[in-house]
């Protein structure tokens, strides 16, 4: 019922900055959580960051802090990945999830992001 777009994905230059944005559809009246994750070609996938849906607290990754933000549009049922300084290892599939508890439940369908050195 739940459904996740990502989008702002593409290719940039190292240093350079991207926006993902992640909008959700349906009932979402029981979101803890909305996180972020990505995946690079033969790694598993790891945590990104994620924010809280009703104080907007956030939680980032060591590879994330200080270079990327997440937040959150309540108006718009949107979260946004900011990402700037941008490393090649930042290279990978970018998924959106929203967490239920203490699961996460519902994913998007990923947009790649590609950092050239």
């Known amino acids: 019922q ?6 702002g994905g593409g290719l940039v230059q190292a ?5 993902l944005s992640c909008a959700a559809s349906g009932r979402t009246f029981s979101t803890y959580v909305r996180g972020w994750f990505r ?3 033969g790694k598993e996938r790891e945590f990104v960051a994620s924010i809280t ?6 939680n980032y ?8 933000i997440v937040s959150r ?4 049922n949107t ?5 700037n300084s941008l490393k090649p290892e930042d290279t990978a599939v970018y998924y ?3 967490g239920y508890g203490s699961n996460w439940s519902v994913w998007g369908q990923g947009t790649q992001v590609t950092v050239s050195s």
């Open 15 to 19: 240093g350079g900055s991207l926006r």
């Open 79 to 83: 979260v946004y990945l900011q990402m």
């Open 53 to 58: 849906w009703s104080r907007g607290s956030t």
């Open 73 to 76: 549009d309540t108006a718009r």
């Open 96 to 98: 959106c999830a929203i």
């Open 61 to 68: 990754a060591d590879s994330a802090k200080g270079r990327f």
């Open 2 to 7: 739940v459904q996740l777009v990502e989008s």
């Open 39 to 41: 995946q690079a070609p």
